[in-house]
């Protein structure tokens, strides 16, 4: 039995979206920027995907803009932006738990110069108002905050601070990196006050490497990429018409049935976390208090600390059974360090190095989280022994 517990990483593609994909490909294969029907053809894919995206998102077709994925999308955002506005100050703000497409991007931003505001969180992984507000100065060019954290599951409140960074400074750019957030909840940029955001295709059941990037139309922003001037010429490079409709039609499948699949994830979340509380010396991350069910959280992330027992030894051994979970965040899993995001809401360094993440997706039933359960009821008192007598 294979069970795949790992969607915060990638996901399975749509069979509807692989089927499309392998019919431009095949068949439908000219390059956009050709002037024959071919090229035509191309380009209509492509202006049918950024108008699925318009009415998923309620913006204006024009303002999508697609790119190699969620980390390209991220880079475009703050360096663009960062660039744009250095005339009008060099102050950024972030958060300490972002992905490392944002961190590491903005600390190369600190070597041009710039000055960067990493804001705290508290137990829960959210963000304070009053520090976001207190970081906030005139000279403020670019606000980045994540939607939801892609290992603990929390979610800021990001109309709440999009709406304070524009009272305390109008010219001040909010950017969301939705990369977990998008098809998981419904974000209007508009609405909420977001000027740039970020999602990416393989995590929603759509094809690796594609990713789009909204960008307001009033957002100033300098291309990082050069060359034939595709895409209002922010973005240069042949598009990738396959990865931006094979996107679209996961999005417009994801969102067809919103409603049902993310009630049935919270069923998930919620049936599993309770099994898990069954272990002894078991910890649940992220969970709001008073919410054990995970309400307030994303309703596919759960991220479990299991005293005694390293989790790359439990992660391998869930492996040996068909069950696919990840350590931690799977940008940085193969490398030898601590999570930034369990730091920052202060779990203690044995519990860091013993911490899994268990991600759903439309595709997890209750039969595979029974199997899962019962494997880790099996093998944690076991290599909880095993530990000791080393």
Known sequence: MEIYLDNSATTRVFPEVAELMRKIMCEDYGN????????????????????????????NEKEIFFTSGG????????????????????????????????LNTMRYLESEGFRVTYLPVDAWGRISLEDLGQAMTQETILVSIMHTNNEIGSIQPI??????????????????????????TKIYPKRMGIDLLSASGHKIH?????????????????????????????????DNVPGAA????????????????IKRLYQCKRYFCDGAR????????????????????????????????RSEVLLHALEEEGIYVSAG???????????????????EKPMLESTI???????????????????MYDKIPMLRRYTRKR
Do not use: W
Request: glycine residues 12%; positive net charge.
């Open 329 to 347: 965040s799977a940008c940085a899993a193969r490398k030898p360090q601590s999570s930034a995001t369990l730091k920052a809401i202060g779990i």
């Open 278 to 309: 069954k272990l002894e010396g078991v910890k649940i991350n992220g969970l709001l208090p008073g919410e054990p069910d995970g309400a307030g959280t994303a309703p596919h992330i759960v991220s479990v600390s299991v005293e005694g027992v």
């Open 206 to 238: 759509g094809p690796k490497g594609i990713g789009l990037l909204y960008i307001g139309s009033q957002v100033k922003i300098q291309p990082i990429i050069h060359g034939g001037g595709q895409q209002m010429n922010l973005r240069s490079g042949t």
């Open 357 to 375: 993440r268990f991600s759903f997706s439309v595709y997890t039933t209750q039969e595979e989280l029974d199997y899962t359960l019962r494997a």
């Open 246 to 261: 094979g996107f679209a039609k996961a999005a417009e499948l994801l969102y067809a049935h919103y409603e049902d699949d």
């Open 71 to 102: 980390t390209e999308s991220d880079n475009m955002a703050l360096i663009g932006c960062a660039r744009a506005g250095a005339r009008r100050g060099r102050h950024l703000i972030t958060t300490q738990i972002e992905h490392p497409a944002i």
């Open 32 to 59: 956009p920027s050709s002037l024959h029907m071919k090229g035509v053809q191309a380009e209509q894919y492509l202006r049918s995907a950024k108008e699925t995206f318009g009415r998923i998102l309620k913006v």
């Open 159 to 184: 109309g709440e601070a999009a709406g304070l960074v524009k009272r305390m400074n109008p010219h001040t750019l909010f950017h969301v990196d939705a990369v977990q957030g998008f098809g998981k």
